[in-house]
């Protein structure tokens, strides 16, 4: 800023000089209507050289005050001054409290987004511990309801084996009876067939007395009818025997009959017998399997009351941090509004503060003051990053997913300043930038993110980061084709959506680069970065709808 106020001294001082010798002058660009110089002009640092012959020819070349005469001049010189010191020492304080209030709010933004990630998480943590517990619970009531049929399956496996030994006993009972009739039936049987045989040896003395009689009557016709009488009663005791041996083979038949329906009864009782035995031993390892069921769901349940006992704690935990990150998200919410309302404040301070100090006599960067065009259009340029096209007189980037696209003029620069002149623009959505390298050389890398040793002119637009969606005026000192520094940062109101003309004055025997946005002065640095010569210019661009036109380098 004192760089600056020195500059409009010398540049008044030597117009009065110019007056004297009654030489015509170039008349003043007036600046445009509340047209702000937005951007922070750089300190010197302490024991940087103030004045040399070259900067006083550049500086009284450059800049066109809007007074007139001697008198007036020099004293609305101290006047100036005065002001332009008091009104560049307050913008100065308003741009650092902004800026550190700005990295507070990105601060608290960052732990306000971070907090509500803490708070989602713990609301997730929450509704999962809930669902296991209510999950144990669930299983909790399964195991008890498992527990109930399981003891319920061992009462009637109780009652099936009690039913089953009474069966048992029954069958046993019937089973003794069938033996003891059987017992019967083989004694009446053995009864029998002794009848048989009595019968049997009767026959046998029967047919021997009619042997006997046959012979009698041969021997002698006198005993023939004591014969014949004898045979009838023979006869007579045939027939009953052989009576005696038919009722006999009927009981035989009708005792085995009796002992094979006595075999069969037996054969029944015994799988009778033999099928309660198996129902009683089903029913025994119904009994012990329900016992171990009971026991594991009971354990179970043991074990899903502990579980659900822990996330009930968990629960009540989770809970405790969900509203304590609620609260702690309500009040960085409350810290960021809090600090963005206190940048807007000071941010409407600091633009009145442009206003004034763009008012305070319209200064700008006099072309006529560089009358050799060492540059003009965009012959010999050279595409190297991008699809470039030239339609009518200008340059059009249009890879609109291009990040770095360059357009290399060559141009031999050196200690002698330099003022580059051209129109630029952008689209007018999404993340966009357009600029210019100055004094490159030494490019090694084609395509790398730095452009060799040079200086980047560099305006952007960036709302995702910046949070809102104004321009903002930058310069970069590339050290090689990867490493590049940004020295100045400041926004801007000029839109990239329309054609903005940018004038940049770089004097590299002095370093002083100044910078013009439609024609009032945004920004002066000095850079201290010995970048004294160069080889090339380079347009530079980002994202889509970049054009540039009436291209001109000047000395």
């Known amino acids: 800023m004192r760089l600056l106020a020195m500059l409009v001294m010398v540049s008044l001082i030597s117009l009065g000089a110019v007056a004297q010798d009654a030489q015509p002058t170039t008349p003043p660009a007036e600046a445009p209507a509340g ?24 500086v009284e070349a450059a800049v066109v005050p809007s007074t007139p005469t001697i008198d007036e001049t020099l004293q609305k010189n101290e006047d100036l001054s005065a002001e332009i010191e008091r009104l560049t020492d307050r913008l100065e304080e308003a741009n650092q409290v902004i800026d550190e209030l700005r990295s507070e709010s990105w601060d608290l933004k960052d732990k306000a987004s971070a907090a509500e990630s803490d708070a989602t998480a713990a609301r997730e943590e929450y509704d999962r511990l809930f669902e296991l517990a ?61 009848r048989a045989d009595e019968a049997q040896a009767g026959r046998a003395e029967a047919e021997v007395l009619v042997q006997e009689a046959d012979a009698v009557a041969r021997e002698a016709a006198l005993a023939a009818a004591a014969a014949a009488t004898r045979a009838e009663e023979a006869e007579a005791k045939l027939a009953a025997a052989e ?18 329906a006595a075999e069969t009864k037996t054969a029944d009782a015994e799988a009778k017998s033999a099928e309660a035995e198996s129902r009683a031993a089903q029913a025994e390892a119904s009994k012990t399997e329900a016992l171990a069921r009971a026991s594991a769901a009971e354990k179970l349940a043991n074990a899903r009351e502990a579980e ?42 600091r633009d009145a503060v442009y206003g004034k100090l763009a008012s305070i006599g319209a200064m700008r960067l006099d072309p006529a003051a560089f009358p050799t065009v060492a540059l003009s259009g965009f012959q010999g340029a050279v595409p190297r990053i991008g699809t470039w096209k030239f339609p009518g007189g200008m340059a059009l980037q249009v890879d609109e997913k291009q990040m770095f696209s360059r357009l290399t003029i060559p141009l031999a620069q050196s200690a002698e300043p330099t003022l580059y002149s051209f129109e630029t ?24 993110f730095g452009e060799g040793k040079s200086l980047l002119v560099w305006l952007t637009r960036d709302e995702k980061v910046r949070g809102n969606s104004g321009t903002y005026l930058q310069v970069y000192r590339s050290d090689d084709d990867v490493n590049m520094e940004r020295v100045l940062d400041a926004k801007v109101k000029d839109e990239l959506g329309a054609w903005i003309k940018v004038e940049v004055l770089y004097d590299p025997a002095n370093e002083l680069i100044a910078i013009a946005l439609n024609g009032s002065l ?10 004294g010569s160069g080889a090339y210019v380079s347009l530079r661009t980002l994202g889509e709808g970049v054009a540039f036109r009436e291209f001109q380098a000047r000395r």
């Open 243 to 260: 009576d005696k041996t038919a009722a006999a083979e009927e009981k035989t038949a009708a005792a085995e009959t009796k002992i094979a």
């Open 308 to 349: 659900a006992s822990e996330l009930a704690v968990k629960l009540s935990q989770a809970a405790e941090h969900l509203a304590k990150a609620d609260q702690d998200a309500a009040a960085l919410r409350s810290r960021v509004a809090e600090l963005e309302a206190r940048i807007a404040a000071i941010e409407e301070g």
């Open 35 to 58: 047209a702000p110089a937005d951007a922070p002009v750089a300190e010197a640092p302490a024991g940087a050289p103030a004045d040399a012959p070259t900067v006083e020819a550049a």
């Open 522 to 531: 945004r920004a002066a640095y000095r850079t201290y970065f010995g970048i």
């Open 425 to 448: 623009r952008a689209g007018s959505n999404g993340w966009v930038g357009t600029g210019i390298h100055i004094y490159a050389e030494n490019i090694e890398k084609p395509r790398g």
């Open 134 to 194: 209510f999950e144990a619970q669930t299983k909790a009531d399964d195991a008890a309801i498992a527990l109930a049929e399981a003891e319920a399956k061992a009462t009637e496996a109780a009652e099936m084996a009690a039913k089953a030994e009474i069966s048992a006993e029954e069958s046993a009972g019937k089973t003794a009876e069938a033996e003891k009739t059987a017992t019967e039936a083989l004694a009446a049987a053995e009864a029998a067939k002794l």
